[in-house]
């Protein structure tokens, strides 16, 4: 009899979507040990991660020049 044996909770598709919106490029891992994806799918993958990550660290940076101009204009007219 052939058995399928089934995935671990972590490989699925869920779990690394969810890991990525949670711990970002630290979800990584799970994506190089996952048995599903071939290689050239793991590297489309990691870009995709890696991308999505850097365009996150920028618009965060913009957010806190923003917020920090915000504070110094705030600090201007109180003083």
């Known amino acids: 009899m052939d058995v399928k044996q089934k995935d671990k909770w972590y490989f699925s598709p869920a779990s690394l979507i969810i ?11 799970l994506v190089w040990t996952n048995p ?8 489309a993958i990691s870009a995709v991660i890696i991308i999505l990550s850097l365009l996150l660290l920028i618009a ?20």
């Open 36 to 43: 599903r994806y071939n290689k050239g799918a793991k590297i």
């Open 60 to 79: 965060i940076g913009g957010s806190l020049k923003v917020l920090n101009d915000y504070y110094q204009q705030i600090d201007k007219i109180n003083f």
């Open 19 to 29: 890991g990525f919106l949670c711990v970002g490029p630290l979800v990584l891992p």
